[in-house]
């Protein structure tokens, strides 16, 4: 899962929580929660595991391994259970508050995603939705291949 998704994701999450507050909130609190549910969690996971597997990529030799990085992130799997189970109500208060508010539509839809670290490529516009359905899309593909060997064997 690229962390310029998830970073597009946790971009509008404070300005968000700042309004919250106020006489005249884009988002609740309770709503806020209900559609980033978890998405900070696995940035930090994605985050974390992209910085140790980097060097050892870069350095690669046969004395180098990464099994430890993943049996890290396979620990951290619950994570991505809760996100999963929490989807259903994201994306409903997500559409719910699209539809009742004007700002947040416009947040929703124009949430802008980076390129590769040193592509010239300009930012992308891509919808909330799409990008909320990202970590589940990564857990269904991982699912397939750690399964894939089962029917080969």
Known sequence: LPISQLEALLL???PLKATATTSQPVLTTQQIENIF???QDIYEIHKEFYDNLS???QQWDNRVTVGHLFQK???QLS???DFVDNYKVALETAEKCSQSNNQFHKISEGLKVKGPKDSKEQPTSV???ALLYKP???VTRSTLVL???DRKS
Request: proline share 17%; charged share 35%.
């Open 55 to 57: 060097p050892k990529v």
């Open 147 to 149: 399964h894939d060997p």
């Open 127 to 129: 919808p909330m939705e």
């Open 12 to 14: 509008p999450i404070k």
């Open 136 to 138: 589940i899309d990564r």
């Open 79 to 81: 994570i991505y259970k």
């Open 73 to 75: 992130l396979a620990s």
């Open 37 to 39: 549910y978890k998405i």
